[in-house]
DNA sequence: AAGGCACCCAACCGCCGCGTG
DNA sequence: GCACGCGGCGGTTGGGTGCCT
């Protein structure tokens, strides 16, 4: 099959975030086929770095981020993943595309506004740095208590990062029996002895789930944004946990009234875009095995049935391992 | 209104380093 | 030591958009 270039579609997003978040990021040329996309290895690996992963932000660079990358441009020079790397979810193509846009151009007025002043260029050195593009901007020296602030901060944004890196929780089973919980902060429901489905109003005890219909998208929609929210049940009926696959929308809609003023609403809607699948929760487990297990399998996971043990399960205990961190 | 132009930025391409057999 | 595959990186491209004439 031919494959697919060019701008993503939203639900060629959907398909990558949905098969990392469940499988984790195993090897990028193989993971389009399993994931069901006719993309590269490459294209993939590109969209879920640059613009899917967790803790990316776009745009508005802060004064403070600019003297960042002016000071560790001047530093490395053209090495943009080192720079991303001091700036706590900025990518390098950001990075790399902010410079070559903004702060090259505004350096240049700069280094020509100095040399025009005929002031002091002591040696090459501006020659120098013009022809590696990496003159340095003067970084304000009022700036430097806030910079202080703001390196605390991005000191926490990275190590919520490194601690949120492996997400492993372990259960005993029978404590799972009856119950519904998603991963992230074990939002446990009772379901009075029913398999939960957060669509079926009556489950919804806590209001979490709106019915899409009562959304009014009549105003300006500013923008709609969502992330997938695993939600498993345990069918004790049957022994199987189930794992609809939920999307958790996040939106924002815009709307002007009659006397031109503007008013937000947003809010949060949970849809399941498949049909409710059974699953053993062996599948996740499967993470865990060793790589040898997978061999030979078209999927490294389409053989979980074979260490599913529900004898096993009934007395043990559950471990949940990802690959990858679940949105905070 | 239409064409030309500059700019922005998402995505592609080619190269390189590293790990593995 | 060598070949190969994979992932990462930086340079570059090209489509979309807005501004100017």
């Not at 990558?16 to 086929?33: D, F, K, Q, S, T």
Request: glycine fraction near 6%.
């Amino acid at each position: 099959m031919a494959l697919r270039k060019g701008k993503w579609r939203p639900e060629e997003d959907h398909k990558l975030i949905c098969y990392i978040r469940r499988y984790g990021i195993w090897n990028w040329n193989e993971m389009p086929r399993a994931a069901g996309l006719s993309r590269s290895g490459k294209s993939c690996r590109l969209r879920w770095m640059n613009y899917l992963r967790p803790f990316i932000r776009h745009g508005n660079f802060s004064k403070e981020e600019e003297d960042t990358i002016f000071k560790l441009h001047e530093k490395l020079g053209n090495r943009w993943s080192a720079i991303a790397a001091k700036l706590p979810g900025r990518t390098d193509n950001d990075i790399k595309n902010y410079w070559n846009s903004n702060l090259r151009k505004r350096l240049r007025n700069t280094a020509s506004a100095t040399k025009l002043d005929g002031l002091q260029t002591s040696g090459g050195q501006l020659k120098k740095h013009l022809s590696e593009g990496t003159v340095p901007k003067e970084i304000p020296k009022s700036s430097s208590s806030n910079m202080a602030n703001k390196t605390d901060i991005n000191q926490d944004v990275a190590h919520q990062n490194i601690t949120a890196g492996l997400s492993k929780v372990s259960l005993d089973f029978k404590s799972l029996q009856g119950q519904s919980f998603s991963m992230e902060g074990l939002h446990i429901r009772e379901d009075n002895g029913k398999i939960l489905h957060p669509f079926a109003s009556d489950d919804d005890l806590l209001g979490f789930f709106p019915p899409m219909q009562n959304i009014d998208f009549s105003g300006e929609l500013q923008y709609l944004t969502w992330h997938e929210e695993p939600v498993y049940s345990y069918n004790y009926q049957d022994n199987l946990f189930e794992y609809p696959t939920l999307w958790y929308d996040e939106y924002r809609v815009i709307e002007e009234n009659n006397n031109n003023e503007l008013s937000e609403l947003s809010g949060e809607v949970f849809q399941s875009l498949w049909e409710q699948q059974s699953c053993p929760i062996m599948e996740d487990l499967y993470t865990a095995k060793d790589e040898s297990e997978r061999e030979g399998a078209g999927h490294p996971f389409e053989d979980f049935s074979a260490c599913y043990d529900s004898n096993q399960l009934s007395s043990g205990e559950i471990q949940f391992l990802w690959d990858y961190p679940f949105f905070l």
